[in-house]
């Protein structure tokens, strides 16, 4: 029979067995410990998207500023043809007058989309062209000016009295090296009367506005449509039934009115005496007398030189001159007008003063005196162009 065995206590500080440390290492935890891993991961979720929305509310921010900055200082610029929105913009940012390329080709591209019954479509974009962006504009309104094709506006003034070839002279002054090409252009010829074939007489004076884009065709095209509408609108007003014209007036086609206009634009600068230099010349065709105009001599002679043939001095020579326009030696009218003329001047030649007029004579200031018969012009020559004092009365 074996002994039985006891229990022995041990004292408070003795040391327990290793088993009896590592049984105790595997009771459960306190609490009060460090997060699990899952409290670990709700709070990096928290930290990403409190980052996330810092992040957002910048861009916020930021594209709100991009919206509100103004241009500082006013700018003109061209916009090429074919180029892209990254072009532009970058061309915007470099100028400054947007603050950020990114922005603007972001911000151009969401305008662009328009919402419809239809579904999604694509407003116009920008347009090619001249742009002025004055201080103080801001880049929605940039955009506007861009996709609405808002471009700078030039203006040529044609003034009345002038020849094509110094119409084109001014035109090539602005920039149009092709003005005197477009003059011979075939599509403008077939805009005018049958048989007229120079554009002479056909270029409407007057101020056109246009942008940097339009052609020099499209110009001189304009300046057709404007003639022909002013002469056809008072060609009609002289032949409509109880319109006030003399009996003494020479019916003219509206070709053959727009000459006389040029002679009589030629002739005087002043329009109130216009009507009575027209009717010297509706005289002079009805008794079938030479015109004798010195402005068609001048233009004959600048025709058939390239301009050389007239330095400023009309000499007797040159009145004996045979040229289709010297109206000294040609009876009837000449060929083509011989300058474009104004409203004035072809109202004068459609309603001529009921005058029995057949000379004038300059007296000076742009004005004329005029006469019936040869010796009272005489005696104006003598006394307004050779300064003879007028004979005495007897």
Known sequence: MTPCQTTQELPPDAELPPDSQQNANDSPEPEGTPPSGRRRSSYLWAILLLSATALLAGLAND?????????KQSQILE???????????????????????????????????????????????????????????????ILARLTSGNQVVHRLVIPEGLTASEIV????????????????????????????????GWLFP???????????????????????????????????????????????????TLILASIIEKESGQSSERARVSAVFHNRLRKKMRLQSDPTVIYGLQKSAGGRGYDGNLTRQHLREATPYNTYTQYGLPPTPI?????????????????????????????????????????NVDRYQRHLPPPKKR
């Open 79 to 141: 916009i090429e043809r074919g180029w892209h929105l990254a072009q532009i913009a970058r061309l915007l940012e470099e100028k400054q007058i947007v603050r950020s390329a990114s922005w603007f080709q972001l911000f151009a591209r969401w305008q662009r989309l328009h919402w419809s019954s239809n579904g999604i479509r694509l407003d116009s974009g920008i347009q090619a062209g001249e742009y002025e962006f004055p201080a103080g504009e801001t880049p929605p309104q």
């Open 339 to 379: 300058c474009n003329p104004g409203k004035s001047s072809i109202r004068a030649a459609l309603f001529p003063e009921d005058t029995e007029d057949l000379y004038f004579v300059a007296r000076g200031e742009g004005y004329h005196v005029f006469a019936k018969t040869l010796p009272e012009h005489e005696a």
């Open 169 to 200: 002279q001014r035109m090539q002054n602005q920039g149009w090296s092709d003005a005197e090409q477009a003059l011979t252009d075939p599509e403008l010829s077939k805009r005018l009367p049958p048989a007229t074939t120079a554009l002479e």
């Open 63 to 71: 594209y709100y500023r991009f919206t509100q900055q103004a241009v």
């Open 206 to 256: 007057s101020t056109y506005h246009y942008r940097k884009h339009d052609s020099a065709s499209e110009l001189l095209a304009r300046m057709v449509k404007q003639s022909q509408q002013v002469l056809d609108e008072l060609w009609q007003s002289a032949h409509q039934p109880g319109a006030n014209r003399p009996a003494r007036t020479v019916e003219l086609s509206p070709a053959e």
